[in-house]
């Protein structure tokens, strides 16, 4: 499986992004999926996780109600809607899925000015 995030750049406090990643070769094993992210000299933390039917979605706290994570099967892509953002939301964001392993996309840099 080889994922490919896309989408990331640079907005201004209280912007908009939408965040992408497809997934591709054995697309059909992914079950779960998930966004994570990684600051500078921070540990790598989990944003948003959704199920393999996209019925079941969960957020870590500071960015509930403010992001949206989805995924179309049909096109193998997920996605992450990320509305109000803030400065302590500049990070590099990673997508990742879980099949016969965990797999990792090689993330793209969102950078939020204040």
């Known amino acids: 499986v080889q994922l490919v995030e896309s989408g990331g750049g640079l907005v201004q406090a209280g912007g908009s992004l939408r965040l992408s990643c497809a997934a591709s070769?054995?697309?059909?094993?992914?079950?779960?999926m998930g966004w994570y992210r990684q600051a500078p000299g921070k540990q790598r933390e989990l944003v948003a996780g959704?199920?393999?039917?996209?019925?079941?979605?969960n957020y870590v706290d500071s960015v509930k109600g403010r992001f949206t994570i989805s995924r179309d099967n049909a096109k193998n892509t997920m996605y992450l809607q990320m509305n109000s953002l803030k400065p302590e939301d500049t990070a590099v964001y990673y997508c990742?899925?879980?099949?016969?392993?965990?797999?990792w996309g090689q993330g793209t840099q969102v950078t939020v000015s204040s």
């Open positions: 990742m899925a879980v099949g016969h392993r965990k797999y």
């Open positions: 070769g054995s697309a059909d094993s992914i079950n779960a």
């Open positions: 959704i199920t393999s039917g996209g019925g079941v979605t």
